[in-house]
């Protein structure tokens, strides 16, 4: 196990960058406050443990008969991922110690430490050192993606992401569709290029193009030139720096480029306490292996 502190130098240019058709980094961004978990539902039926860490805002941690987390690392290794970097911050003691004492025979497992939650983007900076100059894949902790679409961004061969079709992101994960309003709105060219990504937008369309809307859930396999524009991306109305923004600021002023790969799947979302009983059922049975 080693732990890498943040970093801030300037990144390499993005045609410096060590690049390969196949990847095996992957960073989950696990620094999260947790804020929607940590919020009381008295609806929800949780077990002590399950209470305990939903108290923590620690989502990446929910118990499902083990570490929801587990799940999620065991399917990057299924989809031929070995390194692993969790970014979390200076308090997630708990993290940390659980991952170091774990014996994972196919996945290895480092940490890095975003010192104060200042948004996705810089979290994603202090996992620099981590990624040096390969491509990497970032996703967040507290989503659970299907193993095809780790493969898919495996072997992509460049930068680019998934992008999932609202109606059956809705249908198959069980998501309430007010929340998708939550996530970013894809805008494609005929290419199949990302040509613009709207964070969080104030209403989605009913259709787009050929009568389907795309959107993100976070999961992007990134070159170097993503440190570039998280380091020069400003703060959101929120006071962060968000990824989707620097992300945007990389298509319109720094000549990235990202490949978009259509998916009609679900995926499962633990954002909420009521989210928890729903995540337990989807993944009864799946083995877990690291």
């Excluded at 940390?96 to 200042?118: C, D, K």
């Excluded at 894809?186 to 795309?214: C, H, N, R, W």
């Excluded at 954002?271 to 337990?280: E, K, L, P, W, Y």
Aim: net charge neutral; glycine share 8%.
């Amino acid at each position: 196990m080693s732990t890498a502190k943040q970093d801030r130098r300037s990144s390499s240019p993005c045609n410096d960058r060590g690049s390969s058709a196949e990847i095996r980094k992957a960073v989950i961004l696990a620094r999260g406050l947790g804020k929607r978990m940590r919020s009381p539902d008295a609806t929800a039926q949780l077990a002590t443990d399950q209470m305990r860490a939903a108290d923590a805002g620690m989502k990446a941690m929910i118990p499902i008969g083990r570490p929801f987390l587990d799940y999620v690392l065991s399917t990057l290794a299924d989809a031929g991922f070995s390194q692993v970097c969790l970014v979390v911050g200076p308090e997630h003691t708990t993290i940390r110690e659980y991952y170091q004492s774990v014996s994972a025979r196919r996945i290895e497992i480092s940490f890095a430490i975003q010192e104060e939650p200042l948004g996705t983007a810089n979290a994603l900076l202090a996992a620099k050192p981590f990624a040096g100059r390969e491509e990497f894949l970032a996703l967040n902790s507290d989503n659970y993606y299907p193993v095809e679409v780790f493969r898919a961004l495996r072997t992509l061969g460049e930068p680019g992401l998934p992008a999932f079709e609202r109606e059956t992101l809705v249908r198959e994960s069980e998501i309430p569709r007010e929340r998708v309003l939550r996530y970013a709105l894809l805008q494609i060219s005929p290419a199949g290029y990302l040509e613009k990504i709207v964070e969080k937008p104030d209403e989605m369309p009913e259709t787009a193009g050929d009568g389907e809307v795309f959107i993100s859930m976070n999961c992007w396999r990134f070159d170097a030139g993503i440190f570039r524009a998280c380091e020069t991306v400003g703060r959101s109305a929120r006071g962060e720096y968000e990824l989707p923004e620097a992300v945007q600021l990389g298509l319109s002023s720094l000549g990235l480029r990202f490949k978009t790969v259509p998916f009609h799947t679900g995926v499962l979302d633990l954002s909420h306490r009521s989210d928890i009983a729903q995540v337990a059922r989807r993944l009864a049975g799946v083995k877990v292996e690291l």
